[in-house]
């Protein structure tokens, strides 16, 4: 097994472990599983989305219900196969009624998501929602750039991690697309970025 598929393995056993998280209970009381994430370990581009939904938390695969139909439309439009992207979210175990994350539950997932970001070590880190915006950005020390998603989507973000540089790029999250087909175009004009980049 190569070295970036053990840690991964490691997270995974970690958060099917993770007891003091506030979403514990509710996935297994719903035979839930965790959505740890998915594609490829070497990846250049990772998508970072919220939380999984009931499909992903039925099969514990990321983005594979109505959101997951328009990402896989978007990174068709972009050339883009799924399975060499990375794909993940913040939270990984579904919150009840798909409700907004809570800050406490970002203090216990977050950790993960840095972990997952230091094995890939991401070219370009594509954010999917305002909340996965508002981690990276902090996170990368970019928080005085912070706006509403509106302004800043299919910006590119510079930024330095422990790996070297990186780039980032806020954009809407694909479930506002679903309803909303002024938002689909606007996410597919910011993915034909990834054609350039
Ligand atoms: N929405 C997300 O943010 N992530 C998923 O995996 C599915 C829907």
């Known amino acids: 097994m190569n070295e970036r598929k053990e840690l991964m393995r490691q997270i995974k056993d970690e958060v099917l472990a993770l007891k003091n998280s506030p979403l514990y209970k509710f996935r297994i009381e719903n035979n839930y599983f965790p959505v740890i994430g ?8 990772m998508f970072i989305g919220e939380a999984p939904g009931r499909n992903e938390a039925q099969t514990g695969k990321p983005f594979c219900g109505a959101a997951g139909k328009i990402l896989d439309e978007l990174l068709e439009s972009a050339h883009i196969k799924r399975e060499e992207v990375y794909i993940t979210n913040i ?4 919150p009840p009624q798909n409700r907004d994350p809570l800050p406490e539950e970002i203090k216990v997932y977050g950790p993960f998501l840095d972990r997952q970001i230091n094995i890939i070590q991401p070219e370009i880190i594509a954010t999917l929602g305002r909340y996965a915006m508002s981690y990276i950005m902090t996170k990368f020390n970019l928080a005085s750039k912070l706006e509403s998603i509106g302004k800043i989507c299919g910006k590119v973000f510079e930024a330095e991690t422990t790996y070297g540089s990186t ?3 806020p954009l809407y999250h694909p479930c506002v697309a679903v309803y909303n087909p002024q938002t689909k175009d606007q996410l597919k004009s910011n993915f034909a970025i990834f054609k350039n980049l």
């Open 38 to 45: 998915e594609g490829s370990h070497f990846a250049k581009i």
């Open 91 to 94: 939270i990984k175990d579904r």
């Open 167 to 169: 780039k980032i790029i």
